[in-house]
């Protein structure tokens, strides 16, 4: 039995969990991995909200899952910026430590 | 009359400026001579061409000649349309000359005279430095004062007024290196500027109420009696003193001539022009520049006329001059600072003679004392170039033998300045003198028939002057004696070395006596056998008509010639008894009476009058100081304290940029959830 309150906590703690690592992790690897359990959080969200209230015939029959689709995209997108990234500040700085990235520092 | 040879005058040494001041220093010191002395010598040839014609037009009687003029170009012309298209002159202000009997005359004696100078500094500056720089200064210099005399227009006269003044900076500062010589050529500068401020009001008065800065138009409009009338009206409301219109243009301009040719109370700057080379002091501060105020006196002579206060003023502020000068000048130990007191002193008679309406012997005396005080400065720096820069007298003394031609030479000069018949000086002093004794003891009618108004007071101011004719036989033959006779007081290894300069120095000095002892028989009077010739040439001497007052007229001339050379004689007798052989005796004499020392330390301190300007200056210090003050609190409180007030946001503002990502995450999470809050809970309406 499906039930979407459950799916909603779920999710929910996903993306907590998902805020924790962003806020509370150095690593920018491990960072990064937090922003696609923060985005997969809410796809998760997503499709179960179009499991439910998706009406067959009807328009945006299936917009859940067509929106889950293209955050993955984003989120591959971004994956590979956000990556690529990475590796040059690696190779600048030798470190991926985000407490020692504070040259905006005012 | 056009004559289009007139620019050529002032030309030609603005030409040798520019020839010496750009390319100088690479054309080598013999072609910088050469441009130098050639440049005023070409002028003073054009101004012996353009005093000729002038001689030959003014003794044709049959036509009414005004003078040789040039426009040259229209500097400053202002026009205004008027109702109907018809165009009317605001103003004009053209680069236009004008040459006369007086400026014709006046620029022979800065052509001649300063020829023979330009040609002294050739030896006495050789192997300056700056050779180059000097003579495009003093070439520069000649021409401005040409400018300043030959000018039709008031604004010219003032171009030419403002460069000399410049030129005069420069070259008392021409060994800047040391500060003491910058600071003499500041303060001369400044002081000159107080005089210049009256000059430029008095400009301004003639063109708002006479509405004409040229020379002959203001002074046709002087005796425009419907312009007289206007003007009498100025001074009506009682807000200027009761005076009028063209006692303010005559007084402001007197303020302009007192800086110029250092009067009481802006004299204090010449002394200290002694700082410059001495060829410069005998050009600008004896010869020329310092006389361009008895000059301007002289152009505008019957504006000057009509301002009978005017009239007063300058003849108690010239005579006050002569008089405290002389008594300075007794005092002096500096050779140079001896005559320098003495142009100001005889600069003082000048405006004693003009006050009592004796134009022509003011201007006489311009020329005559320019011969001799040259001469004695130039005679100054040929000892002073001989002693290697020493101008302490009392570290001279026994030269007549080692400079037999500079004694010479210097002695006629001295001669001539003391008033001795028949040199240069006798004539002019006693021609001076005779005016102040007309104005004392002279009738109404006499007074009348010389065309002067009765000056108040004349009988003190012309006791003052008579007085000071003795001092300076006194002072000079002081100088004299310090200098050339005596035992030598020359330091040991100086005294072997000593001797005639000669190359230009002794040959200009020998051409100068011949002036010193002969330009008194331009202006022989009347009752010498003369005519006039000086005075009547430049306009300013008209014959008077004595009629049966012959007699009396006569006896007055001999006894003010005879009590004018006494006084002179008198004046030599004591200073030789006093000095002559060695003999201190009023050295003595001073320090025995307590009046004596005091009278001494008054005038070897110039009785206190620059003290007295330094502490004036001083209050005007201690008031800009405390206007700064004033102003530098209301800047901190205002400017600063907003300054503060944006720096200190500033600082504690910049430490929300820690520059750690986590926390920018962290704000903007919040900054999420707040807007969700804000849309969930507060705009209720907005689904609807």
């Not at chain 2, 700082?275 to 004896?286: C, D, R």
């Not at chain 2, 003023?313 to 002096?332: D, F, K, R, W």
């Not at chain 2, 009988?459 to 033959?477: H, P, R």
């Not at chain 2, 005038?603 to 206190?608: K, T």
Request: contains cysteine; aromatic residues 12%.
């Amino acid at each position: 039995m499906f039930s979407l309150s459950a799916a909603l906590y779920l999710s929910a703690i996903i993306f907590c969990i998902g805020i924790y690592g962003v806020l509370a992790r150095r690593n920018i690897l491990v960072v990064l991995m937090s922003l696609e359990l923060m985005l997969n959080a809410v796809n998760l969200a997503l499709v179960s909200f179009g499991r439910v209230y998706a009406q067959a015939g009807q328009p945006g029959e299936h917009a859940g899952q067509i929106f889950a689709l293209m955050v993955l995209a984003v989120a591959a997108a971004e994956a590979a910026i956000g990556l690529s990234l990475l590796l040059v500040i690696w190779r600048k700085w030798r470190t991926i430590d985000v407490r020692d990235l504070c040259r905006m520092n005012g | 009359m056009e004559n289009s040879n007139l620019i050529w005058i002032p030309l030609l040494p603005f030409l040798g400026f520019l020839l010496n001041g750009l390319l100088g220093k690479r054309l080598g010191p013999k072609f910088v001579a050469f441009v130098a002395a050639a440049a005023p010598i070409g002028a003073f040839l054009v101004a012996v061409g353009v005093w000729n014609t002038i001689r030959a037009h003014a003794g044709d009687h049959s036509e009414h000649f005004a003078g040789l003029t040039q426009h040259v170009f229209d500097w400053i012309h202002l026009t205004k349309t008027g109702a109907g298209g018809a165009t009317e002159t605001v103003f004009s202000a053209p680069f236009a000359l004008l040459a006369d009997g007086l400026s014709s005359v006046m620029c022979l004696v800065i052509t001649g005279i300063g020829s023979l100078i330009h040609l002294y500094s050739i030896t006495y500056m050789k192997g300056d430095r700056s050779f180059h720089r000097f003579f495009a200064y003093l070439n520069l210099f000649t021409a401005f004062m040409l400018i300043l005399v030959l000018a039709d227009n008031l604004l010219l006269l003032f171009v030419g007024w403002e460069g000399v003044g410049l030129c005069s900076y420069l070259l008392i500062g021409f060994w800047f290196e040391d500060a003491g010589n910058a600071k003499a050529g500041q303060k001369a500068f400044v002081v000159n500027r107080i005089g210049d401020f009256g000059v430029l009001l008095a400009m301004f008065l003639c063109h708002q109420y006479l509405g004409t800065i040229d020379t002959r138009e203001v002074l046709a409009a002087i005796s425009n009696a419907e312009v007289t009338t206007r003007m009498q009206g100025f001074g009506t409301d009682g807000l200027f003193w009761g005076l009028n219109c063209i006692d303010w243009i005559a007084l402001l301009l007197f303020l302009g001539a007192t800086g110029k040719s250092a009067q009481i109370p802006l004299y204090v700057w010449l002394p200290d022009a002694m700082a410059g080379p001495t060829p410069v002091s005998a050009l600008i501060h004896a010869a020329t520049m310092v006389t361009s105020g008895i000059y301007l006196c002289c152009r505008l002579m019957p504006l000057f006329q009509e301002s009978h206060t005017t009239m007063a003023i300058i003849a108690g502020v010239g005579a006050c001059t002569a008089l405290v000068a002389a008594l300075i000048a007794m005092s002096q130990n500096d050779i140079k600072k001896v005559l320098a007191y003495s142009t100001v002193s005889q600069l003082g008679y000048m405006f004693f003679a003009i006050g009592m309406g004796f134009f022509a012997a003011a201007f006489f005396h311009v020329v005559t004392h320019a011969f001799f005080k040259a001469l004695l400065f130039l005679g100054s720096g040929s000892v002073i170039h001989a002693m290697h820069h020493e101008q302490d007298m009392r570290r001279m003394g026994g030269l007549r033998k080692q400079l037999p031609w500079t004694y010479r030479t210097y002695l006629i000069g001295t001669l001539a300045i003391a008033g001795v018949p028949p040199l240069a000086g006798f004539f002019s002093k006693d021609e001076i003198l005779f005016g102040g004794y007309l104005q004392t003891f002279g009738s109404p009618e006499l007074l009348e028939a010389y065309h002067v108004h009765h000056v108040p007071a004349a009988g003190l101011f012309w006791g003052m002057t008579v007085l000071t004719a003795g001092l300076t036989a006194f002072y000079m033959f002081r100088s004299v004696a310090m200098t050339f006779w005596g035992e030598s007081r020359v330091e040991e290894k100086l005294r072997g070395h000593v001797h005639e300069p000669w190359g230009w120095i002794t040959p200009v000095l020998l051409a100068l006596t011949v002036g010193a002892a002969l330009a008194g028989f331009l202006n022989v009077p009347h009752f010498l056998g003369g005519h006039s010739v000086l005075g009547h040439f430049t306009g300013l001497h008209h014959a008077p008509e004595v009629g049966d007052m012959k007699g009396t007229l006569k006896s007055m001339e001999w006894t003010s010639l005879v009590l004018s050379v006494l006084v002179g004689l008198l004046g030599i007798g004591s200073a030789i008894f006093l000095y002559g052989k060695g003999r201190p005796v009023l050295a003595s004499l001073v320090e025995k009476s307590p009046v004596g020392r005091r009278l001494q330390s008054a005038s070897s301190n110039l009785f206190w009058v620059d003290d007295f300007y330094l502490l004036l200056v001083g209050v005007l210090n201690g008031i800009a100081a405390g206007c700064q003050m004033l102003i530098e609190v209301i800047i901190q409180t205002l400017v600063d304290g907003t300054a503060y007030l944006t720096r200190g946001t500033g600082n504690w503002a910049r430490r929300i940029q820690t520059g750690f990502i986590p926390s920018y995450l962290l704000t903007f999470g919040l900054g999420v959830l707040v807007l969700v809050f804000f849309l969930l809970f507060l705009v209720k309406d907005a689904g609807s």
